[in-house]
């Protein structure tokens, strides 16, 4: 999903029924997200602006819609 940043930390919700299976960036056809099965997370950032960027994690867990 797209969300806005504002340059402060934030805590963002992203929630596990939002997320859609894709390769590249576009959509493929796959069975719905088993939690059970997540073994790994991946982070794609495509919105094609030139200069330094940075994403500071700290933390990345489930929680309850």
Known sequence: GKFETNG????????L???KASLRGRQVAAPDLNPD???GLGLQISD????????DLRAV????A
């Not at 402060?8 to 929630?15: A, G, K, S, V």
């Not at 867990?61 to 309850?64: C, L, N, S, W």
């Open 61 to 64: 867990a489930p929680v309850e």
């Open 8 to 15: 402060y930390e934030q805590e963002i919700r992203l929630p």
């Open 17 to 19: 029924a939002a997320f």
């Open 48 to 55: 094609r602006q030139s200069g330094p960027f940075v994403i």
């Open 37 to 39: 099965l997540i073994i």
